[in-house]
């Protein structure tokens, strides 16, 4: 098991920058997928961006062009550069790990994207990010 711990949080103005840092302990596979997710009041939580362990990233069509994932050399934190912030933008952030890395699977009938909740088996608690216009 991963435990995850978000950092970074705070409230910004509209066009304002944040980074939020996600600090991985325990045992981290040697394939893995970690994503960030945001759960905004009364909406569902959605897949903001992904990096596989090979360093391949992945963005949300909302978040491309003005996010940025990145690691530190022995990849136990996971960071998240976010400009050009938008009110839409404010959300709980949240980090989470995939044992089985960030390609899309099959199961069950249903197809699992690399932004799919459902697939990721570890969670942080969160941090609150506020844009205000």
């Known amino acids: 098991q991963v435990q995850l711990v978000e950092s970074g949080g705070g409230s910004v103005q509209s066009g304002g920058s944040l980074t939020l840092s996600c600090a991985a302990s325990?045992?981290?596979?040697?394939?893995?997928?970690m994503g960030w997710f945001r759960q905004a009041p009364g909406k569902e939580r959605e897949g903001v961006a992904a990096i596989a362990s090979d360093g391949t990233t992945m963005y949300a069509d909302s978040t491309k062009g003005r996010f940025t994932l990145s690691q530190n050399n022995d990849k136990t934190t996971l960071y998240l550069k976010m400009n050009s912030l938008k009110p839409q933008d404010t959300a709980l952030y949240y980090c989470?790990?995939?044992?089985?890395?960030?390609?899309?699977?099959?199961?069950?009938?249903?197809?699992?994207?690399?932004?799919?909740?459902?697939?990721?088996?570890?969670w942080g608690q969160g941090t609150q990010v506020t844009v205000s216009s």
């Open positions: 325990g045992y981290i596979p040697s394939h893995y997928c």
């Open positions: 989470a790990t995939d044992y089985a890395g960030c390609r899309p699977f099959y199961r069950g009938g249903y197809t699992y994207t690399v932004f799919n909740e459902r697939r990721y088996n570890d």
